[in-house]
């Protein structure tokens, strides 16, 4: 979950929630093949040090603990108590002894320095909330030695918003979901705009790599459900969708009546190495 003082509003009401906590851990599960992959890419490995930027309940820390091994290490650096609590109890569970969280904001990054400089940072879902993606990459660039790799994650909507136009209930919902983002002041475009925040901070072009996903067919109502008090703070038409309870069954129903399967964003992920 975002992690600083230039984060816009965070759509997902009651973000360090037991009920929030597990809707991201089942998000994780489907993107985790995805995230691990594109680390793969990216080339964190063995032995690596890899800071972990707004880590949530910990999911993108321990796909990078498996990477880096016992021998390496993983920060993660989230602002919120309970999911730092719950990442750290999950971590301890699985024995991975090389993963630690650390309370803080990008006010307070720089003082991760105090050891050494990281061999990689990392991010999933996090830029979004950015008011200036770059400046954050600024600052986190500036926590990696010289070679050490920058790589994020972020979604991107309009292929999905596209793909569910011939399904009303999906169009619906998808609009919906989007808009509340966009009001909020989350980029719902910042896996397209990765590349080019990338250069604006002095980081040279990345690599990128395009993900589509599947297999989560929850996915969208669980969103829904978090998203609820936002909706209706800002008086969009929650009503549209019916009863939420049931949602996830209605939007299943209308996508195989289709032939069609569930509608999902892509994920895009950019990587590059720090002059």
């Not at 972990?52 to 108590?81: F, Q």
């Not at 990338?198 to 589509?212: I, N, W, Y």
Request: hydrophobic share 45%; glycine share 8%; net charge neutral.
């Amino acid at each position: 979950m975002p992690t600083g003082r230039e984060s816009n509003e965070y759509a997902l009401a009651g973000a360090s929630t037991a009920a929030e906590h597990e809707r991201l851990i089942r998000q994780a599960a489907w993107l985790s093949e995805h995230t691990e992959r594109f680390f793969r890419r990216a080339a964190i490995g063995p032995r690596q040090r890899v800071l972990d930027l707004g880590s949530g309940v910990g999911d993108v820390a321990l796909i990078a603990a498996r990477l880096v091994g016992p021998a390496g290490e993983v920060v993660g650096v989230e602002r919120d108590a309970r999911s730092i609590a719950r990442a750290a109890d999950r971590m301890r569970e699985m024995g991975l002894k090389h993963v630690r969280f650390t309370q803080a904001d990008l006010s307070s990054l720089q003082n991760l320095l105090m050891e050494r400089p990281f061999d990689a940072a990392v991010g999933r879902y996090i830029l979004m909330y950015m008011r200036d993606p770059s400046s954050v990459l600024r600052d986190v660039a500036r926590l990696v030695h010289p070679g050490g790799v920058i790589a994020f994650q972020e979604p991107s909507w309009a292929a999905f918003l596209e793909a569910c136009e011939d399904l009303p209930l999906w169009r619906v919902s998808a609009a919906l979901m989007v808009d509340t983002f966009r009001r909020t002041g989350a980029n719902t475009q910042m896996g397209p705009d990765l590349a080019a925040a990338f250069v604006r901070a002095g980081l040279p072009k990345p690599d990128t790599q395009s993900d589509t996903l599947v297999g989560a067919e929850s996915w969208m109502p669980d969103v829904l459900q978090s998203l609820a008090p936002q909706i209706q703070s800002l008086g969009l038409p929650l009503e549209q969708l019916g009863n939420l309870e049931t949602l996830r069954q209605r939007l299943l129903e209308e996508a195989a009546a289709r032939g069609v399967p569930p509608p999902l964003p892509a994920i895009l992920g950019a990587w590059a190495r720090k002059p």
